[in-house]
């Protein structure tokens, strides 16, 4: 089944840590997207890309960083950066030609920094 | 700049009762514009989309929702509440160019559907 993988469902991380998470799509999608979901707050957009090995910041791209090394993969690593890192991390993937594209989402990873 | 303004961030109805989430969007050009569904602990899942054409976009699980230029909104509903509905509803509009577009989402509002 195609579809937006994202590893692992659930992390923890200590203060101080950087953490990778994972996203993995098999759609042939050209873009992908991270986002981050806090109460109340809705989804509020990382970095994405459009293409391979290039990809641009969002609005809270502080304390974060991408790779974009192949096309199915778009992995998210979270730095000692990033002061509130406990969040819903959500990654998505489109077509990426043209503005009627809709997204589609993985089930999302939840970080807790302990 | 292009944004999306959700009415509400909690709406509770009867069961059997008319949904009605608000939307309204800001855009300097022709929008296209989502509305999506979150259960907890999940991803998005898409409603519905409006590109271009007919003005009530219909979608899943009994979904619609009406374009209006001349206000700028973009209102779902559904004419009769089920249990099943009560999840988080998000309305996104896509912005930049075609070649290099992103997806905005508003903040989001939940739905409770009381018995």
């Known amino acids: 089944d195609g579809g937006i993988t994202q590893s692992p469902k659930y992390l923890f991380r200590k203060e101080g840590q950087n953490v990778t998470l994972s996203c993995e799509q098999n759609?042939?999608?050209?873009?992908m997207y991270w986002y981050r979901q806090d109460p109340g707050q809705g989804l509020r957009l990382i970095y994405y890309?459009?293409?391979?090995?290039?990809?641009q910041k969002g609005d809270i791209a502080e304390g974060y960083s991408v790779s974009r090394e192949k096309k199915e993969s778009f992995p998210l690593t979270v730095t000692s950066a990033q002061k509130n890192p406990t969040a819903f991390y959500l990654c998505?993937?489109?077509?990426?030609?043209?503005?009627?594209?809709?997204?589609?989402f993985g089930q999302g990873t939840r970080l807790t920094v302990v | 700049a292009q944004s999306v303004t959700q009415l509400g961030s909690h709406v509770s109805v009867s069961e059997g009762a008319l949904v009605l989430l608000r939307c309204n969007y800001s855009?300097?050009?022709?929008?296209?514009l989502f509305w999506y569904v979150q259960y907890p602990n999940q991803g998005l899942q898409l409603l519905l989309k409006?590109?271009?054409?007919?003005?009530l976009v219909k979608g899943i699980n009994g979904f619609e929702a009406e374009f209006k230029k001349s206000e700028t909104s973009f209102h779902l509903t559904k004419p009769s509440a089920h249990m099943s509905d009560a999840a988080e509803y998000f309305c996104?509009?896509?912005?930049?160019?075609?070649?290099?577009?992103?997806?905005?989402f508003g903040s989001g509002t939940r739905l409770s559907i009381r018995p």
């Open positions: 996104a509009v896509s912005v930049g160019y075609s070649s290099a577009s992103k997806i905005i």
């Open positions: 759609l042939n999608h050209d873009a």
């Open positions: 998505a993937s489109s077509r990426g030609q043209g503005l009627n594209t809709e997204a589609f």
């Open positions: 409006y590109t271009t054409g007919a003005t």
């Open positions: 890309s459009q293409i391979v090995n290039d990809f």
């Open positions: 855009s300097s050009v022709p929008p296209y």
